[in-house]
Each structure stands twice: as C-alpha cells, then as structure tokens.
C-alpha cells in the first residue's frame, strides 16, 4: 500500500559527500515523520535524522552539522545530504515513513530496502 525507493548510496572516499534520496508512493493520504537509519556491520540500526511534518529536525550527535535531512512534501520525497563522510559512516541507509493510507485512516510505518554507503581510501 505504501512503497518507498531509496537511492544515492556507493562508495565515496573521506571527506566526500553523497545525497540520499528515498521517494513513497502509493495509497498515501498524509506523510508524517520521515527519517534515515543506518546499520553497520555487527551493529543495531541506529537513528542518523528525522524530520516532522512540520520540519522540525533531529539528528543523532555523530552527524550533527555534516548530515542534513529535508523534505520535498510535494514529491514525497526525504533526502539525507551527507557531507565530510568518514569510514566510520559506512553502513546501509534506510528511510523509514509514518503515512496514513488512503481510505482507511490506518496508519503504517515503512521502512525502505536499504541502500549502501561506504567510505573508503
């Protein structure tokens, strides 16, 4: 009922920069929370931002002031820009959406199929 695609991973070296992009569609009447997780290898995923309906942003203190989410409320669409990559941010990259679907006032939380960031030299 609710599908999203991510886009924007690969292989960049230190200090490097990439843009995320993770767009939903479906049966969608609102889009709330939007954000971006990362796991790395032998780790639990972790929060990296999020972003309200409203805007209001949150990010996990690793990536404060390299990492910005925004929005695109039109095209449903999150985008994570990651700047001064180091290794440690290697990890796969989920974007997870809290939408409500169309006709049924039920709400659901998405996760996307991942895409892949890895910093190397």
């Known amino acids: 009922q609710v599908q999203l695609v991510e886009s924007g991973g690969g292989l960049v070296q230190p200090g490097g920069s990439l843009r995320l992009s993770c767009a939903a569609s479906?049966?969608?009447?609102?889009?709330?929370?939007m954000g971006w997780y990362r796991q790395a290898p032998g780790n639990l995923r972790e929060l990296v931002a999020r972003?309200?309906?409203?805007?209001?942003?949150d990010y996990a203190d690793s990536v404060k002031g390299r990492f910005t989410i925004s929005r695109d409320n039109a095209k449903n669409t999150v985008y994570l820009q990651i700047n001064s990559l180091k290794p440690e941010d290697t990890a796969v990259y989920y974007c997870?959406?809290?939408?409500?679907?169309?006709?049924?006032?039920?709400?659901?939380?998405?996760w996307g199929q991942g895409t892949l960031v890895t910093v190397s030299s």
């Open positions: 997870n959406v809290g939408a409500e679907v169309r006709g049924t006032g039920r709400y659901l939380e998405v």
């Open positions: 479906g049966s969608i009447r609102s889009i709330y929370a």
């Open positions: 972003i309200s309906s409203g805007g209001t942003t």
